[in-house]
């Protein structure tokens, strides 16, 4: 079934630009990220969450959670997201968003 849906997508993609490739795969990466940190980061503050793992994201990474956004995420979505949020660049991130939020 993921394979089927990354066929549909990748037409689709295609048919754009690369900017409006990567705009339209990161939106929907967005959503399965979304669901995820929902379900297994309640901790985390949302937002910087969502945007440090999609900033931190392959574009492999990128389209198979895009991918994912359509049947909703699977164990594999949650393995993508969690080896996201361990990499340094992302804790950085993660760190850097929250104290911008405290005012610091």
Known sequence: MRLA???L???LLSACTVESQDQLAR?????TVNRVVLARYPELPLEPAINCVIDNASSEQLLSLAADSVTGPT????EV???ILRRPTTVQCL???TLA???G
Request: proline residues 4%.
């Open 95 to 97: 760190g850097a968003a």
């Open 5 to 7: 849906l990354l066929a």
């Open 27 to 31: 939106a929907a990466a967005k959503s």
């Open 101 to 103: 939020g405290l005012g």
């Open 75 to 78: 164990e594999s979505s949650a």
């Open 81 to 83: 997201v969690t080896a």
């Open 9 to 11: 997508l990748v037409p």
